[in-house]
């Protein structure tokens, strides 16, 4: 162990993912406060929504971190969702940290860094499961759990001032199918020793009872599958593994043959096969091989659980996917809940499909054709009672989970619980566990595949002409500011009635333009901005007094 002194304290700092369901970013810190050293568990992603038009990944903001790069010993990966490991492949030439992770997390991981061109720059040590990582004063032993993702690990991390559980994502799945169960023995032996604190999944919090076994899936799925005639589409999370095995023995059981697709089930596929899962199953059917078998022979397993546009299920539902069609007598079933955020989109996929005649199969109709990867209310207090921890920590929920889940800890005997937001900086030991800081902690957009700050202009602008629409004025002058033509306007995004409408609305807009560009004087009439701020401002409140609304106005002006 490392040599202590007087000063070393103990700190956990989320980045990401306290106070939000998405994009998780944990450090632990340990040593005096100007020189602490740090561990990251988990860099994640989140993603955008109506609100963030044009940004479809959100990553965590690392400044304050990256401030301290040259003190971070590791990036410890728990397990491969997007929302652990996402961002890894765009934050990392910011924090340049070795990353530890299981095979399956590693090789998904080095797919992301693949892409991005970083694959031989990244140093990524491959821990087996119930391996050990040395990280400094940061003792590291992964614990295997169950969750809806091959190799979901919780770590208990050794410091000299206490041990801490972080669990990352977790249930407890009796029969999970691929991989072992939950190594309870190992989280009640390091409860005998005593853990210090217990950084805790928070999703299912309040769900009464256990969030229900992989095992059972399966179970419900043959017999339901047996009874349908036609093609039989299934939409799932690629990730899961697991499902993604069920859906297969429920097809052969059935005589039908699988075709994948969608790009991340073929990736998610050939990950599973590299670590040995999807080994004793029929090889999977082309696009070409299903579609000249008969219906009942073929089973096609899907992306676009969520109503993506772009994915597999979408295209199918527009008709316009490139090999599968859906119609009458066939069978959509989804395997899969509903992400909060997604229901608008999966509401408008599930009419286009029944506008097609295909016969859906929900949770909500169907129980058990789906079961969550999050531990509900039984487990949480299963697992409180074998780590039995001084400190309770939520984290991986809204403000909401964070609340009711210190609630609950509470009512379980927990003798501390703290729930910091992410930039929170909560020192564990030595001391009862406060906030003793606040960080800087954030967002970052990818927008366009470049990253921006959170309040950029790029996206601003576009939300505001998304809703309020854009005006283009040009106009030409000479020399002294005296007008050689226009103003000529375009209007982009605004309504009118018809062309004689759209015309008048055009001249009374640049009719604004001239009286605003007339009223200009001396040195105002040989500047180009006095003069296109001074026509936007005209063009604004003239559009304020026809829409009621103030467009962008893109205001040009060329001089002879
Ligand atoms: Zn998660
Ligand atoms: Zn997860």
Not at 229 to 243: E, L
Not at 454 to 479: C, K, M, P, T, Y
Not at 480 to 487: A, Q
Not at 488 to 505: K, M, S, W, Y
């Amino acid at each position: 162990m490392a040599k202590r002194s007087q000063d070393d304290e103990l700190v956990f700092l989320p980045l990401g993912g306290s106070n939000e369901i998405g994009m998780n970013f944990n450090l632990y810190g340990f040593g005096p406060p100007h020189d602490r050293k740090w561990i990251v568990v988990d860099l994640g992603v989140t993603f955008g929504d109506q609100t963030t038009p044009g940004v479809e990944l959100i990553l965590p903001d690392p400044a304050f971190i990256e401030e301290h790069a040259h003190r971070i010993l590791g990036i410890v990966l728990t397990h491969a969702h997007e929302d652990h490991v996402g961002a890894v492949a765009w934050l990392w030439p910011r924090l340049k940290a070795p990353v530890y992770a299981t095979p399956f997390t590693a090789f998904i991981l080095r797919e992301k860094l693949r892409e991005k061109d970083l694959l031989d720059e990244v140093s990524i040590t491959e821990v087996p499961l119930g391996g050990s990582i040395e990280l400094g004063p940061f003792k590291i032993d992964l614990i295997t759990l169950t969750h809806s993702i091959p190799e979901p690990n919780g770590l208990a991390i050794r410091t000299p001032l206490g041990v801490i559980l972080h669990t990352g994502d977790w249930k407890i799945d009796p029969d999970p199918l691929l991989g072992g169960p939950t190594d309870s023995d190992f989280i009640r032996k390091l409860g005998d020793e005593g853990v210090l604190a217990m950084v805790c999944d928070s999703t299912n919090v309040f769900v009464d009872g256990h969030a229900g076994s992989e095992a059972e899936v399966r179970d419900k799925l043959i017999p339901l599958i047996g009874t349908l005639k036609g093609k039989v589409a299934v939409a799932c999370f690629a990730s899961n593994v697991a499902r993604m095995d069920s859906v297969i023995r429920a097809a052969e059981a059935n005589g039908r043959r699988v075709c994948l697709v969608g790009r991340s089930m073929h990736r998610m596929a050939a990950a599973a096969k590299s670590v040995g899962m999807l080994q004793d199953i029929k090889p999977f059917l082309d696009d070409n091989e299903a579609k000249h078998l008969p219906p009942k022979a073929v089973l096609y397993l899907c992306t676009g659980s969520q109503g993506e546009p772009r994915a597999a299920l979408s295209r199918i539902a527009e008709g316009t996917h490139p090999h599968v069609n859906l119609g009458a007598n066939d069978a959509c079933l989804f395997s899969s809940r509903v992400i909060p955020g997604n229901e608008i989109p999966i509401r408008n996929l599930q009419n286009k499909l029944t506008e097609r005649g295909v016969r859906l199969y929900t949770e909500r109709d169907h129980p058990g054709i789906h079961v969550s990867g999050h531990p509900c209310r039984d487990e949480l207090a299963e697992m409180y009672s074998w780590a039995r921890p001084e400190i309770a920590v939520p984290t991986h929920g809204e403000r909401r989970h964070l609340m009711e889940h210190a609630a609950f800890a509470r009512d379980l005997q927990v003798p501390q619980q703290v729930t910091p937001r992410n930039g929170d900086m909560v020192r564990l030991a030595p001391g009862r566990a406060e906030i003793i800081d606040e960080v800087t902690a954030g967002r970052l957009y990818v927008d366009a595949g470049v990253v921006v700050p959170e309040n950029g202009d790029a996206l601003r602008e576009r939300r505001h002409a998304a809703f309020n629409g854009v005006i283009a004025v040009s106009v030409v002058l000479d020399g002294r500011g005296r007008i050689v033509s226009g103003p000529q306007v375009r209007a982009l995004g605004l309504p009118t009635a018809n062309e004689e409408h759209l015309d008048d609305v055009l001249d009374d807009l640049a009719d604004e333009a001239e009286t605003a560009l007339k009223r200009l004087k001396g040195d105002d009439l040989e500047l180009d901005e006095s003069i296109e701020k001074a026509i936007s401002r005209g063009v604004k409140k003239a559009s304020q007094r026809i829409w009621g609304r103030r467009p962008v106005v893109e205001t040009t002006v060329l001089r002879i």
